[in-house]
């Protein structure tokens, strides 16, 4: 409107000093143009008179001559002058109604042209009477008054049409300037989306890191830190999947909000996407962060109230100072994230940056890129850990577990590189190694005549994938396994993390007809009603009791109940971490059905394992063996070929 | 059919500015002596009585002005 009123005004002005301009050239041109009509009048009229005049006169050119000659001609607007060639003027003295003044002017100027005296237009022309020394003179005075009458009749046209014109350019400014506006307003929006997070209306990565780069050349140059956070929500994932992308949308403008309000002016909060946020901290000392981060959090944790639902969310905040951690930006901001990282993984709120931490996140970098390639690169084998029935001795089955040799790091555990796999969609493509690879030799074993199961790990994301079954069936009918032959393991977390869905995906592997078991059985929190409800044939007591149960009595009453529980809901109860004859001893005591440990087998390469099964297979499952633990070695299921 | 932007009080001086111009443009046409201009007087006369009647001056609408009661619409977006 600003700029709107600025031109309305501009136009108004410009316009009226051009039409006044205008008016005034026109009037001008428009008595010019009316004596010069007058002078060509006047010429042609005394052109006639002074011919007829010397022709009347003729013989007699004397002042009463032509006086009384002019005496017929009478007008009430022309008067007549006759002067002499020596400027002695002599004329009709009742025509008064041009002052002497006048005359004695026109009697001595040009003989054509127009004078302007006392509200009068005098126009005249002068011609010499042929034959004569005298002059006639034709005076037209005309009142201003007349020429204004003329005007008018002029000027009206004229002053509609400016009016008409200045009508038409204001609008047309007007449109002009409505549309820059509008223009202005499209280009500020696109550039508020280029800077500007749509859902949260907070700055983007792009305007952060923009932002960012300005506060630390200013903290360099006052010498001062800054603080750069890295938020990401807890849980948000679970929120949107429960309560619907519209819900997690309102969560995170509200989150945006409470962080807003809880920052000074001079600081700056951004959202990276999702459930990320960043905040650059201007002038603070790296003591402060802390007192801030509490603040912050505080207010994420208040309970939020969205769409009449009682959400408690909580935030991972990592920190980087600068210039104490890094003076690059890029190095800042993974810094951040490397400590929000670790806050996550250690379930704290909080955590800052430190080079211990980097070095945890930089092995984790270099895993997650080169397990990408570890299948093709042949890196990846499975080992066979055989599992035994205590009452009998016989080796039941065993379980496959995935070992990684990297060219440079040596051999890397499942409990380092599983969770990569998990974070970065890797696990599917392991799965379905181990399920080939495991597969295939449980078919090697069948063909030298071992009956054996096959126990294979499934993680909590493999239990999310919609492929798993198919996965599953592909593999066992590729190797010609039974289904009932394989058994899955799932970990207690993984099946009560998602308990509904991990109901369905074991329901729907039971029907058809894979094994199940319940792997790390005593670290997390089951419920009964689900462990009841599930389809599962196993519970794999944790190795952690199982290992301390000689030593420390609350282990031994764990395994003890767990063992009295498999065996109440009707499960077969194994025992891992058998590391010793006493444990096993004391296990075949407590009533446990299976056991598995380093005292029966490491897990070995299939070679060894077909070795070993070679070595022990002098009992067979029917063989009612006595109490088992022999030294000698270890009953087989199968007999030999 | 059109979106009210002109309040009664504009109506009003619409209707009187109109019907001086067509009286000026089309019906007394001696006043301004000049028949392209009357035509163009009395032409912007009826635009007047025209918009007056609808309530509704489209260069208004082009320019996001409004005199209606309702403050809302008297700012563009």
Redesign the interface.
Known sequence: MHLRLKLFLGIVLFFTIALCFFGYIAYDSAVESSIKQENILLKDLSGGLTNDLASDIGTQPNEVAIKSWLTHFKSPQITTMVFSDDHQIFSDKEQKQVPQGVMQQIATSEPSGSISMQQVVYIWHSRPIPGTRYTLSLIHSQNQQDARTFLNALAMPLIFAALIIIWVAIWTTMFIAALLEKLSAQKDKLQHQAMHDALTSLPNRTLMQDRLQVAMHTADRQRTELALLAIDLNRFKEINDTLGHHCGDLLLIEVAKRLELGLRKSDSVARLGGDEFAIILNHVEAEDVKAIVEKLTRLIEEVMEIEGNKLFISASIGSAIFPTHSREMDTLLQYADVAMYAAKKACVKYASYSADLEEGSREKLILSNDLRNAVQAGQLSVNYQPKINIRTGAVIGTEALIRWKHPTLGFVGPDRFIPIAEQTGLMRPLTEFVLDTALQDLRRLSDQGYTTSMAINLSAVSLQDPELESLLLNAAGKWGAQPSQVVLEITETAVMDKTVHAMEVLQSLDKLGFKISMDDFGTGYSSLVNLRRLPIQELKVDRTFVMNMLTNEEDATIVRTIIDLGHSLGKKVVAEGVESETVLQALAELGCDIAQGYHISRPVPFETLANWLKTNSHHTQADPAPAPGLASGWPIAAKPS | MFKRNLHNLDRLARVIIGIGCIY?GFVDTS????NV??M??GI?GVVNIFAAAISHCP?YN????STCSTKSEA???
């Open positions: 000026v006043i301004i002596s000049n201009v009357s163009l007087v912007f260069v082009l320019v996001g002005l700012k563009p977006e």
